[in-house]
């Protein structure tokens, strides 16, 4: 986990598609009710399963009693109809950063409450398992950036 300082190497990094970048906002992405627990960005998985390619949309989350960072399967639900609700979605799927096991991301967090950020993160994801409630584990630890941000 390494925190990008330099001006040029933040422009590279979120300018130029070498990396995915993850964003989690603290003020738009807390979980109703779940004090310090977050549910964000849509992020596109990309694994081998059983030999064959699959991609999956999964989501951005942090909860406080692991300190982790992670991207969880997302629930598939059937409407009669197509709304306003599920064009966004649809939206944000279409436009979704795409990650795949072990590859390293940038990490931002931000509070649009407060208009602050944390510094653009180089990390990376683990390997990615489609079989599990939580797919990959973004490595570090975020505990502190998310409580200064938080607060």
Not at 54 to 80: A, E, F, H, P, Q
């Amino acid at each position: 986990m390494k925190l990008l300082t330099e001006k040029r190497e933040i422009c590279e990094a979120l300018n130029f598609g070498k990396y995915p970048v993850l964003h989690l906002d603290l003020t738009k992405d807390k979980i109703k009710d779940m004090e310090g627990c977050y549910h964000g960005q849509i992020i596109k998985l990309e694994f081998n399963y059983r030999d064959e390619p699959v991609r999956y949309c999964g989501n951005l989350s942090y909860y406080n009693d692991t300190n982790k960072l992670v991207i969880t399967s997302g629930g598939t639900m059937l409407t009669s109809g197509l709304d306003y609700t599920e064009i966004i979605k649809m939206i944000n799927r279409a436009t979704a950063p795409t990650i795949e096991s072990n590859q390293e991301v940038i990490v931002v967090i931000s509070n649009s409450d407060t208009r602050t950020t944390s510094a653009p993160i180089l990390t990376k994801v683990g390997k990615i398992t489609p079989t599990r409630q939580v797919m990959t584990v973004v490595e570090g630890d975020f505990k502190e950036i998310i409580e200064k941000l938080a607060s």
